[in-house]
């Protein structure tokens, strides 16, 4: 179960979201309750892609 991250474009705010296998229901901003939202891309996606070394600078360096 991800946690994505998401950004409103009706009001700004910044949040995360649990997205549960099998969930439709519309992704709504806490804020405002408005369902237009982006998605945003996360570091902490490359960082479980096993592609670690390439954005941190190398191995050894950033997130162990």
Do not use: W
């Not at 296998?21 to 992704?27: F, K, L, Q, R, T």
């Not at 941190?56 to 360096?61: E, L, N, S, V």
């Amino acid at each position: 179960m991800p946690i994505y991250e998401y950004t409103c474009e009706t009001c700004g705010t910044d949040f995360e979201k649990l997205v549960f296998a099998g969930d439709n229901e519309p992704v709504q901003c806490p804020h405002c309750n408005a369902t237009r939202v982006t998605k945003k891309m996360s570091s902490t996606s490359f960082i479980n892609s096993g592609i670690a070394g390439a954005c941190t600078g190398g191995a050894g360096t950033g997130f162990s």
